[in-house]
């Protein structure tokens, strides 16, 4: 069901953030080392925690890419939104610690030493995870993968951490303002706090089998009714798991017409379905249109 292109875009994604987080790491722990700055030690926390998320989430993202199996009929698409929680569990985690870790340095402020060590690094940071995040956007784009767009939400929040780490050593370094430093670290974690929110979010609509947007409800409904032998369907239901979308629906069709002529009808609406979601498995039931209304869970949608 999930075509190879996409499969590959989505490995090639997850191993890019997992290189990215380690280069960052080691760059990140030399500038703390130099610096000293709670608010540098944050964002090489973060970059930890990226590249344990990253590597959870590659591992998630293989195992829900292969093909359904016999104890998996609907395929393992949903580790990708598990892996989503994984993620969000991991930065809320990084968040309470930068919490604590800012906490005590605004009893003891100290001020930070080696700036524009840290600064290069910081923007160094910022240079790599803006490539990283476009790359991700091109495939998430192509894919709509959950946890590559997971992955890519909290890579863009590590860009806005950057920054405010460089303004808190700037702040700190130059003008001697030692609180900047720990009242950022803060700030910062706020921010993670609200981004693990986000993924969270994310990760439960699909979970919990939400419906397609509406413009991709509308763009199936309008489909069914561009076919003259319709009279009428009912009973939409779609959802996403992984790459993967599921639709099911109910065709309402001439009473009198022979099964054969039925299923003919049904087989061309479902390939023009499929040649708009093209990653989609559509299961259509043939209704007489006179069927009573009290038959159908939903009611008619043309």
């Not at 292109?5 to 130099?34: D, E, P, Q, Y």
Request: hydrophobic share 50%.
């Amino acid at each position: 069901m999930t075509s190879n292109h996409n499969a590959n875009l989505i490995k090639k994604a997850t191993l890019a953030s997992v290189s990215v987080a380690c280069f960052l790491i080691a760059i990140k722990l030399v500038a703390f080392l130099l610096t000293n700055s709670i608010a540098l030690l944050a964002t090489l926390i973060d970059s930890l925690l990226d590249a344990a998320a990253s590597i959870i989430n590659m591992i998630a993202v293989r195992h829900a890419l292969s093909p359904a199996d016999h104890e998996h009929r609907f395929g393992h698409g949903k580790a990708e939104a598990l892996a989503g929680l994984g993620q969000a569990a991991f930065i809320s985690g990084s968040a309470i610690f930068l919490i604590f870790e800012a906490g005590g340095r605004l009893y003891n402020p100290e001020v930070v030493s080696h700036s524009q060590a840290g600064i290069i690094v910081m923007l160094v940071s910022i240079l790599m995870t803006v490539g990283l995040v476009q790359y991700q956007r091109r495939v998430v784009k192509e894919t709509s993968s959950v946890a590559v767009s997971a992955d890519s939400l909290h890579y863009l929040s590590d860009v806005l951490v950057n920054l405010f780490v460089i303004l808190a050593l700037v702040l700190n370094a130059q003008f001697g303002w030692v609180y900047a430093d720990p009242i950022f670290g803060l700030g910062v974690a706020c921010f993670v706090i609200y981004s693990a929110w986000q993924i969270v979010q994310q990760s439960l609509e699909h979970l919990m089998d939400k419906e397609l947007p509406d413009e991709d409800r509308q763009r199936i409904i309008h489909i069914v009714a561009s076919n003259p032998e319709v009279r009428n369907l009912h009973d939409l239901r779609t959802r996403r798991s992984g790459q993967n979308i599921f639709i099911q629906l109910h065709l309402e069709l001439e009473g009198s017409l022979p099964l054969k002529e039925a299923h003919r009808i049904a087989d061309e609406v479902q390939n023009q379905i499929q040649e708009a979601f093209p990653n989609s498995e559509i299961l259509i039931h043939e209704d007489p249109d006179d069927i009573p209304e009290d038959r159908k869970e939903t009611p008619s949608l043309l």
